[in-house]
């Protein structure tokens, strides 16, 4: 085993039933050269103090449970390493932009109900049985639409985004990217159905094209090149409402 | 206590879970389906599978080979009526997830494409780049959200089975975000927990792979078969045992020891040749290639590293290329948490806990022997892995057997009435109180964690990738010690929102019993048969006495009670179980033999 030496961690407490508001507590935590930011926290946990509540399971950067804030950045806790954090101390907290539950545990469900909103499904383009088979998918169709298809909600780019900050009712990047990923897929043929969610006030308007969450994505998903290309889709969609009489194809 | 009242109530929102689910609310929207997860359904650990899912693809392969690969892949221990439902099915479960959107790799002409897998006879292994089972699980979540039939009782943690008058009638769950209680009726229960891998010390599994659901059915007298068979993966990272995908040898790499020797070939895996051959070397099964490590370190010819001793993953002559196109994952893990760039160095590699082939007994329509219950994925033994599980099936089994599981219980809830309200509402209460207990413990008990480190280590040491009746003695008897101890179990922390707290007690509680009965049938089980090896004068298998299925049955506060049951052969009489040349040897004489008797 790498000989351990200390680092401080501090975390940003707080428990609904006892505490007013949030309050930092420290702790001394015996580190190695490849231990994350979450094997810091477990060791608190089993060691020290049972109480400290987090989010965690794969430890692999992919299950998408461990995002907090490290040194005021959003980041997966355990694809973040105590040893480029030296000599501390490290500050954790909750994500930032979302309310907290208790701890480091942030309330998921608001995002989890823009995702369901977004028709996040293959709405097929051509009806197709089984037994035909698979669509056929070149590696370039394919292509166009991939990176949007490694976000493991981690919500880290809520966190950096000044907009939803302001207002919890921006569907956001992360969802965004989801929505780009199913309208791209050369199979799919929701568009129009999603496109009025983008279009409404919490849509890609919002947006202020900062691109910090692009920056924080751990999955180079790039959620902001998903917004920006959604405002051309919806400012054509806007402009041809004009021009097309409804139900007549553009 | 809050009621909900359902039609069937799914325990566990991964691949399985989540594909039982969307069965039911396709065939019939007028059942109301309850899904029940611990975490986010996207937070399941089938998220974390990295390789792929096998079925047969390619015009030259054939059901008659992936039914042969899997049966002697488990050294003959597979349920063959089973193993035959299962390959016949699996394409067309490839093929509904591809409508489902599911972003598998494609070949240039559009086509799903197919990769090598570790003894798997041809290429039959669909994926997603290096992330097939987060595409999986995204994909089936994402679709599950059309079906209004589903509930969703996320981030709820089950604590109990409701069992009344003979058959299971609902579950406990506690809902985390608030510590409160609710109790779901239903009129057949799913169970989909997934593995237990977390008994164990250096494993590749996530933080909630408890075996929670194999603990549930257990305590309610549901036997768990086939424990003793635990799968090592032998490319692991050491320290924290993240996997390093067999992907990575399908796609050529190499296992090296200290001499950059590819020392499988010493252990009846070669001939060593310059790319894969499948089912030889690198390609070999699981258990062959994690057993020829613990010779070499016996040897003295693997190298040391600050967490034990590691052979070598040597990607290099894939190129830097290759690597980022097809293993991406597995590059940025390289980098990232180790510090090695796979095309310029080679990834040290150790064997961690894996998978477990065994678990809540189930007929080939995943019935438990308990009226209600049926159960899918990991937790499930369905009979399709014997011991030892091939790499690629078990992403499939999610598909084929969650869909089943979906219809049966379906099938089921439409013949039986919900229970009557008073009884099961007086279950749940005592099952309540249960739970409330472990809150209310006196100060100065043991640690969880002190407990759970001793059980994991203990694990390890007595039922490793070899084992011998003194080693896994001393692991029963340390277990026994253990769940005395867990009686005194503490926790600090006696609040009611989001007490993880609390409930990784409960966990431990699970994971102690799942040992239990892992370790007493392997103590049982005097051979040596794929995954169960043994040193002590039980180095061959033995069919005249244990080709048959261990059953393990809780027994109150002692150990468990362990029986055995039949195995079903059909087509496939045991035979040896070889790979490499000896393999190809093997495979021609008994093709011969069918064709004499065809
Ligand atoms: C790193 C890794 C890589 C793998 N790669 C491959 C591969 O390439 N190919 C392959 O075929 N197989 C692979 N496997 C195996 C395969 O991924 C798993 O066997 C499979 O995903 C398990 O799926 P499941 O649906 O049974 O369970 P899981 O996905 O583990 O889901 C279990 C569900 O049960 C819920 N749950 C558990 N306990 C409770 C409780 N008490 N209350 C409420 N809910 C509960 C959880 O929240 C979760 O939703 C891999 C496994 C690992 C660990
Ligand atoms: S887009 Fe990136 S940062 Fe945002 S939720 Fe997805 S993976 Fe996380
Ligand atoms: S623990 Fe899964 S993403 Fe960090």
Redesign the pocket.
Same mark, same amino acid.
Request: hydrophobic fraction near 35%; include cysteine; aromatic fraction near 4%.
């Given at each position: 085993m790498p000989e351990p030496k200390n680092i401080e961690i501090c975390v940003l407490r707080y428990h609904p039933e006892h505490d007013p508001e949030p309050a930092w507590r420290s702790y001394q935590v015996p580190c190695t050269d490849d231990m994350s930011v979450l094997q810091g926290l477990q060791h608190i946990k089993d060691e020290i103090d049972g109480t400290l509540g987090f989010r965690w399971s794969c430890r692999m950067a992919i299950c998408g449970s461990c995002g907090m804030m490290v040194n005021g950045k959003p980041r997966l806790s355990c694809q973040t390493f105590l040893r480029d954090l030296q000599p501390g101390p490290v500050r954790i907290e909750a994500l930032a932009h979302l309310p907290i539950e208790r701890d480091l545990i942030v309330d998921v469900g608001e995002f989890v109900n823009k995702l369901e909103a977004i028709k996040p499904y293959l709405i097929p383009r051509e009806p197709r049985t089984l037994a035909e088979g698979e669509y056929l998918q070149t590696p370039a169709q394919l292509e166009r639409f991939e990176q949007y298809t490694s976000c493991i909600n981690c919500m880290l780019c809520y966190a950096a985004c000044p907009e939803y900050g302001l207002n919890r009712d921006f569907i956001g990047p992360g969802v965004i990217a989801l929505l780009h990923r199913y309208n791209a897929d050369s199979r799919d043929g929701g568009q129009a159905q999603r496109q009025p969610i983008l279009n409404a006030e919490e849509g890609v308007w919002s947006c202020m094209a900062v691109g910090y969450c692009s920056e924080v994505c751990p999955k180079q998903v790039d959620p902001a090149n998903a917004v920006n290309q959604n405002k051309a889709v919806s400012a054509r969609d806007y402009f041809l409402r004009f021009l097309a009489p409804k139900g007549a194809a553009p | 206590m809050d009621v909900a009242e359902v039609d069937v109530a799914i325990?566990? %929102?991964?691949?399985?879970?989540l594909r039982a689910a969307i069965a039911i609310a396709e065939s019939d929207p007028s059942l109301s389906v309850a899904l029940?997860?611990?975490?986010y359904?996207m937070r399941?650990?089938?998220v %974390? %599978?990295? #390789?792929?899912?096998?079925a047969v693809t390619q015009a030259h392969d054939t059901l008659e080979a992936h039914f042969h690969d899997t049966v002697a892949g488990g050294d003959w221990l597979c349920e063959q009526d089973v193993v035959e439902y299962f390959v016949g099915q699996a394409h067309q479960e490839m093929v509904q997830m591809e409508h489902w959107g599911c972003p598998w790799s494609r070949k240039p002409d559009g086509h799903a494409n197919v990769r090598a897998f570790g003894g798997m006879k041809i290429e039959r292994t669909w994926f997603a780049a290096d992330k097939?089972?987060f595409h999986m699980?995204h994909t089936l979540f994402q679709t599950s959200i059309r079906y209004p039939s589903i509930r969703r009782f996320d981030e709820?943690?089950?604590v109990d089975l409701i069992v009344e008058a003979g058959r299971v009638q609902g579950l406990l769950?506690i809902e985390i975000a608030s510590g409160g209680f609710r109790l779901i009726r239903a009129r057949s229960v799913i169970i989909?927990?997934? #593995?237990a891998?977390r008994v164990f010390r250096e494993n590749?599994?996530g933080g909630?792979?408890?075996g929670?659901?194999m603990a549930l059915a257990y305590r309610h007298g549901v036997p768990l078969r086939d424990m003793e068979f635990v799968q090592y993966h032998p490319t692991c990272m050491p320290g924290t045992g993240l996997?390093f995908?067999?992907a990575c040898r399908g796609e050529g790499g190499f296992l090296l020891n200290k001499d950059g020797y590819r020392y499988l070939q010493d252990y009846g895996l070669g001939p060593a040749e310059p790319t894969p051959r499948n089912k030889a070397m690198e390609l070999g099964p699981r258990d062959r290639l994690s057993q020829a490590y613990w010779h070499e370190k016996r040897k003295g010819r693997t190298l040391s590293g600050p967490h034990g001793e590691v052979v070598h993953l040597d990607l290099r002559h894939l190129g830097e290329k290759r690597l980022r196109e097809r293993l991406p994952q597995i590059y940025e893990l390289a980098v990232q948490y180790l510090g090695v760039d796979p095309a310029a160095a080679p990834i040290p590699v150790l064997p961690a806990v894996?998978?477990t082939m065994g678990g809540i007994s189930a007929d080939g329509l995943t019935a438990a022997p308990l009226a209600g219950l049926y159960s899918?994925?990991?937790?499930s033994s369905v009979g399709i892995h014997g011991a030892n599980r091939l790499?690629?099936?078990?992403?499939?089994e999610?598909l084929v057997f969650g869909r089943v599981a979906g219809m049966e219980a379906a099938a089921y809830a439409r013949t039986v009435p919900h229970g009557a309200p008073t009884k099961i509402g007086a279950l749940a209460e005592e099952a309540r109180a249960r739970a409330l207990a472990i809150l209310a413990r006196p100060s100065g008990g043991e640690r969880i964690a002190t407990l759970r480190r001793e059980m994991a280590q203990s694990m390890e040491d007595g039922c490793g990738i070899y084992r011998t009746a003194a080693a896994m003695q001393a692991t029963c008897d340390k277990l026994a010690e253990l769940q005395q101890r867990y009686r005194r179990v503490q926790i600090d922390d006696r609040s009611r929102v989001w007490n993880t707290e609390w409930l990784l007690a409960i966990e431990l509680g699970f994971l102690l019993d799942v040992a239990q009965a892992i370790a007493h049938s392997a103590l049982s089980r005097r051979e040596s048969r794929g995954s169960h090896q043994r040193l002590d004068g039980f180095a061959e298998r033995d069919d005249a006495h244990f080709l048959k299925h261990s059953l393990a049955f809780h027994d109150g506060d002692g150990p468990p009670r362990i029986a055995y049951g039949p195995v079903k052969i059909t087509r496939s009489q045991p035979g040896t179980r070889a790979y490499g040349a000896a393999g190809e040897q093997a495979d021609a004489e008994r093709r011969a033999r069918e064709d004499v008797h065809a």
């Open positions: - | 325990v566990g %929102a991964g691949g399985a879970g029940i997860s611990k975490v359904p399941s650990h089938t %974390a %599978a990295e #390789g792929g899912a096998a097939t089972g699980l709820h943690f089950c769950a989909a927990t997934g #593995g891998g590749t599994n909630i792979v408890t929670d659901g996997l995908t067999e894996h998978y899918a994925g990991e937790c790499g690629s099936n078990s992403l499939t999610l």
